[in-house]
């Protein structure tokens, strides 16, 4: 199989903070990790492409410094919404490569106060 | 600029009613096609694929194929279930751009 798998599926926090979302491959390494955005009732919209070991690579219109992404190992990508407002409330979905196929995680959701 | 356009919902049907959900694509090249689904409260998984023209992709009843001269990979199912209800996703990949490409995505109920 191959399984992603998201931290933590939904969190609250107040604006102004910062939240830290991860995602893991679990049986599986992924050299590309991509993170993606949901607005309600709308598709998914890619953020960014992660590489392990180098630099994100950002999608035109995302703030690379308000979501910072970091790709430490093969199994492990995190995005972090440094401080989130409610504006950046939204889900936020991963996916991981193997071979020419990706894996999704099950997503998390930000609610930003 | 490359896009993928589906039918907007939600489309409600009865169970055992036949289904296509349409999809047609804006790419330069030949991309690979895909067709994800989403359960309520769950992530995206892959329902099939496609890889080059007039294939066709199937997987638990559901089958779409490739036409490159439509630029359409349609969705159909000939007995929907109730189980079958979720939101269904067209999209592409090009190699050139590396990235999948989304349709908005399409809401299925079905009643019993």
């Known amino acids: 199989g191959a399984v992603v798998s998201q931290h933590p599926s939904w969190v609250i926090c107040k604006s102004g903070t910062s939240v830290k979302i991860e995602c893991r491959s679990l049986?599986?390494?992924?050299?590309?990790m991509f993170w993606y955005r949901q607005f309600p009732k709308q598709s998914l919209m890619l953020m960014a492409t992660?590489?392990?070991?180098?630099?994100?690579?950002?999608e035109q219109g995302v703030e690379k410094d308000k979501f910072l992404i970091n790709h430490a190992s093969l199994t492990l990508s995190t995005l972090t919404v440094t401080s989130a407002h409610p504006e950046d409330s939204s889900f936020y979905i991963c996916?991981?490569?193997?071979?020419?196929?990706?894996?999704f995680g099950p997503g998390t959701r930000l609610t930003v106060l | 600029g490359d896009s993928v356009t589906q039918m907007e919902g939600p489309v409600t049907l009865s169970e055992e009613a036949f289904l296509t959900i349409n999809c047609t694509y804006t790419?330069?090249?030949?991309?690979?096609l895909f067709w994800y689904v989403q359960y309520p409260g769950e992530g995206l998984q892959l329902l099939l694929k496609?890889?080059?023209?007039?294939d066709k992709g199937s997987n638990k009843g559901f089958e779409a194929t490739y036409r490159k001269e439509t630029t359409s990979f349609h969705l159909e199912k000939g007995s929907v279930q109730v189980s079958d209800s979720a939101v269904y996703f067209c999209?592409?990949?090009?190699?050139?751009?590396?990235?999948?490409?989304f349709g908005s995505g399409t809401r299925l109920l079905v009643r019993p």
């Open positions: 996916s991981a490569s193997k071979v020419d196929e990706q894996f």
């Open positions: 999209a592409f990949w090009m190699d050139s751009s590396y990235k999948l490409i």
């Open positions: 992660s590489n392990e070991g180098s630099k994100a690579t950002y």
């Open positions: 049986d599986f390494q992924a050299t590309t």
């Open positions: 790419a330069t090249g030949y991309p690979s």
């Open positions: 496609a890889t080059k023209a007039d």
